[in-house]
């Protein structure tokens, strides 16, 4: 597609499940950045990637989370034990190269609801 | 740490009317500065940004906004507001190669008619 794609869109899961939320770029970006949004708040910084490795990781609050991207495109983040406080819009972002001017685009997010 | 304040959660103007949204930054370094809008159910769209050069940047929509670094301020206006700008506005500011965004926590911006 043109724009960057995440899944689901929509996340319910019950507290102490693990989750995974996908993120497929624009292809050709070689960066690929996570955020997190809470209700009331803007994006907070994750992790972002530069090809296959996490270039910076952060932002990530603790171990229960964790992201891939094993081929330098898709990436997943991974959230194990998930609990209420995780309850959040997950958002990806990607850009050609991780340099400041580059314009990053944003996916529509995946919204969390840990019950 | 960097950070970035947006004054006034809400802001509400009538159609027609100036649109003036505020953004402060805390930076020791020159930043690079961003405006993006997110319209309900869609992802956040690049406004507008501050590189280098022009202060005076101008962006999709009719919307400018004016790096003034005596005030550490990178406030988003437009000079008539339309029904369609109703959305929420969220100021960043990147800081580093890597280009990673630290926000604001947003403005929802209210059209009345």
């Known amino acids: 597609g043109a724009g960057v794609s995440q899944t689901p869109s929509n996340k319910v899961t019950e507290k102490g499940k693990y989750v995974e939320l996908r993120c497929d770029p624009i292809?050709?970006?070689?960066?690929l950045y996570w955020y997190r949004q809470s209700l009331g708040q803007g994006p907070e910084f994750l992790i972002y990637f530069q090809g296959t490795g996490a270039a910076d990781d952060s932002g990530l609050p603790n171990d229960r989370f964790f992201a891939v991207r094993p081929e330098g495109s898709v990436s997943t983040l991974k959230i194990q034990r998930t609990e209420r406080g995780d309850s959040a819009v997950y958002l990806c972002a990607s850009s050609l190269t991780p340099a400041m001017n580059t314009e990053a685009f944003f996916g529509q997010g995946t919204r969390l609801t840990v019950v | 740490a960097q950070s970035v304040t947006q004054l006034g959660s809400h802001v509400s103007v009538s159609e027609g009317a100036l649109v003036l949204l505020r953004c402060n930054y805390s930076s020791s370094v020159p930043p690079y500065l961003f405006w993006y809008v997110q319209y309900p159910n869609q992802g956040l769209q690049l406004l507008l940004k501050?590189?280098?050069?022009?202060?005076l940047v101008k962006g999709i929509n009719g919307f400018e906004a004016e790096f003034k670094k005596s005030e550490t301020s990178f406030h988003l206006t437009k000079p008539s507001a339309h029904m369609s700008d109703a959305a929420e506005y969220f100021c960043a500011v990147s800081m580093e190669y890597g280009n990673k965004l630290v926000f604001g926590a947003g403005t929802i911006l209210r059209v009345k008619s």
């Open positions: 501050y590189t280098t050069g022009a202060t």
């Open positions: 292809s050709g970006h070689t960066a």
